[in-house]
């Protein structure tokens, strides 16, 4: 018999009892030594539960989760795609698992090769010169390159240079590392065709003499687009003093056909976790290595694994280094999954990664566009798209009730919705390579059946999901007044 | 959609700011179709007092469920004054967005208020140009 998922779960406070425990030590045979008094509290309202009922508590919840190793997720701009077990049955090698971050270099010669192969690797597909792969995610690669530019910029005598430009298709994440490595950004608008647009980008160029420290760019962008004038605008920028940051999310769209260094971008992040088939979402840790041109390369975080010339591997701290972006040696783990994967791939596999990344979003583009309004959908799209959650014939209907629908249809996770902000209403559709045309074609119908819902039984979407754990949670009272934990709840109820 | 409301007393920007001059100061808020875009506002960030601005500066944001968005300075100056019960009460923005200012400008002039002043839309003009956004 399957539990019933949608039957409510008690938290752990719920369930508890008193004097119930899950381990009962031994008598003492030692002399009891009691916690001096200032340190000992009169109320410590942890729950009390025996090893069985927190084993079933947890096992019910993670039944009620989803996640890719359960079917279709297609949440555009994150590239949700299927990771591969071999990578996992990499990871867990002894060799690997059971090494320490402290360990004396030369018994860990095997790790090191590791990383240094994964650098130069990453290095072909990007044209890069060095790669450091300390960043733990892709904002965090992306604070460390801005980090670089800054620190490049002052080291020539250039640190007046205080604007990063950012158009406004942009991750929300550029505008936040930019102000947090103390920058300001300035947007640049989008044209008609969904590209970075000229004029604006000279227009800000010509008030801001002498202030422009870089642009940050997503190639393909957030609308799922190649940006047609990467070039020129990279030429732009490099003219007015600055330098060209790339968010690497979408590199899944491009890899074996176009590398970012050929075409202007003087540093970028790889995020591991999306492109190279690394778990995220809840499943793990990312990686967010970050690759530069040959004159910021004396600029990265260290330390970087270098061959020595005996042929052995050691630590190197880049020679103008910003320091160390974090502990130890980054997300260790995660570099193992990332090179198991471009191994089993090749250099080969790796472009038919791309293609087949395009190739399914512009089959699953031109099926929903029957359906739903595709503002640029007159464009070839790279690997992913965005279609707007607003149908003429049933104007009450918003991308939030579609996305919610879906989750009743129990065939996919929503898409990502309400981003690029650009796009009223987005619906951003990243299908990945992983999947299979019966998973695409099951997607486009239940789209076509919500749509036809959305016209005869529009309350049936606006009360959606029906059929799932929880129903419509109040997002609105959860940004006011986040409740954080149990003991707040008690509080709030008195 | 309801056709978005305005106030005839106040210019708009682009950018979907209304500013309205109120004994010499620029008061600037977001219009109410910009709230219906945004849907219900979780969370304001309002600038300085003191700061300096330019027309066209970013100079707060306004947050909700579905986005987080700029808010520019329509006019330039001095911030004198922000509306900090926003900061509290963030649904005030939905409730009335034109009694729930954002944040007052002391223009470098009259004369040049009134330049900048003259850049932007109109009611009617506004109306127009949210209708035309598709909105």
Same mark, same amino acid.
């Given at each position: ?113 590791? &990383? ?32 670089v530019i800054? $620190?490049y ?36 608008? !989008? ?37 047609? %004038?990467?070039? =020129? ?21 491009? &890899? ?10 003087d540093i ?8 190279? #088939? ?14 530069c041109v040959e004159k910021l390369a004396p600029y990265l ?52 990664? !791309? ?10 583009? %031109? %099926? ?59 619906? &951003? ?5 992983? =999947? !299979? ?56 109820? *008195? | &959609?309801? $056709? ?19 004994? *010499? ?13 945004? !849907? ?13 601005? @330019? ?35 963030? =649904? ?16 470098? #002039? ?5 330049? @900048? ?19």
């Amino acid at each position: 018999m399957a539990l019933n998922i949608n039957r409510p779960e008690p938290t752990l406070f719920e369930k508890s009892r008193p004097g119930r425990r899950g381990v009962r030590p031994p008598v003492y045979d030692v002399p009891r030594a009691d916690l001096p008094q200032e340190f000992l509290r009169q109320d410590l309202p942890l729950p009390e539960l025996a090893e069985r009922d927190v084993v079933s508590h947890y096992v019910r919840l993670s039944r009620k989760n989803y996640g890719v190793d359960l079917g279709f997720y297609p949440l555009g701009s994150c590239t949700m795609k299927y990771n591969p077990k071999v990578n996992e049955v990499a990871a867990r090698m002894r060799g690997f698992v059971d090494i320490h971050p402290l360990q004396p270099v030369e018994t860990v010669q095997g790790a090191l090769e590791l &990383m240094v192969r994964l650098q130069e690797m990453l290095a072909e597909i990007s044209g890069f010169q060095s790669v450091t792969l300390q960043p733990s995610a892709g904002a965090h690669g992306e604070l460390t390159g801005v980090l670089v530019i800054r $620190k490049y910029l002052q080291d020539i005598g250039e640190g007046q240079r205080d604007i990063i430009l950012i158009p406004d298709s942009a991750h929300g994440t550029n505008p936040a590392t930019t102000s947090m490595a103390g920058l300001k950004a300035v947007e640049i608008q !989008s044209d008609e065709d969904g590209n970075a647009d000229l004029r604006s980008l000279q227009a800000v160029l010509d008030k801001y003499p002498g202030r422009i420290a870089g642009l940050m760019i997503t190639n393909p962008n957030t609308l799922g687009l190649f940006e047609a %004038h990467i070039q =020129e605008i990279c030429q732009m920028i490099h003219d007015a003093g600055g330098l060209v940051y790339g968010d690497g999310a979408n590199l899944n769209a491009i &890899m074996g056909i176009l590398r970012p260094a050929d075409v202007g971008i003087d540093i970028m992040h790889f995020n591991l976790h999306k492109t190279f #088939s690394t778990p995220h979402g809840g499943g793990g840790p990312g990686a967010g290595p970050v690759g530069c041109v040959e004159k910021l390369a004396p600029y990265l975080p260290g330390p970087i694994p270098q061959r020595q010339e005996d042929g052995s591997l050691d630590w190197a701290m880049p020679a103008k280094s910003i320091g160390r972006i974090r502990s130890f040696w980054g997300n260790f783990g995660v570099l193992v999954r990332a090179y198991t994967y471009i191994r089993m791939h090749g250099a080969e596999g790796l472009r038919e990664v !791309s293609e087949n990344a395009v190739l399914n979003a512009n089959y699953l583009m %031109h %099926h929903v566009k029957r359906t739903y309004p595709v503002p640029y959908g007159h464009r070839t799209c790279m690997h992913e798209f965005v279609a707007q959650g607003k149908l003429p014939d049933a104007p009450d209907v918003h991308a939030l009730d579609i996305a919610k629908r879906l989750i009743d249809l129990d065939n996919a996770h929503p898409p990502t919705i309400y981003f690029p902000l650009i796009v009223p209403e987005a619906l &951003m559709i990243e299908p990945t390579e992983t =999947e !299979s045309k019966e998973t695409l074609d099951q997607f486009v119908a239940d789209l076509e059946q919500i749509a036809q819902e959305a016209r005869t039984d529009p309350e049936l979407l606006h009360e959606a999901p029906h059929n799932a754990p929880v129903r419509r949670l109040d997002e609105v009272q959860a940004a006011r007044r986040p409740i954080l934990s149990y003991i707040m709840e008690l509080q709030q109820q *008195g | &959609m309801s $056709k978005p409301k305005l106030d005839p007393n106040a210019k708009y920007a682009k950018s979907h700011e209304w500013v309205r001059v109120e004994d *010499g100061l620029a008061v600037v808020g977001i219009s109410d179709a910009a709230q219906e875009m945004l !849907s219900d506002v979780v969370f304001v960030d309002l600038p300085e007092v003191g700061e300096e601005v @330019e027309a066209g500066d970013a100079v707060a944001v306004v947050e909700s469920v579905k986005a987080a968005e700029d808010v520019y300075a329509p006019v330039s100056g001095t911030i004198v004054a922000v509306n900090t019960a926003l900061e509290d009460t963030p =649904e005030q923005v939905n409730d009335d967005p034109y009694d729930a200012w954002f944040f007052k400008i002391r223009p470098v #002039s009259q004369e040049e208020l009134q330049k @900048e002043l003259d850049a932007l839309m109109s009611p009617e003009e506004y109306a127009e140009y949210v209708e035309q956004e598709g909105h």
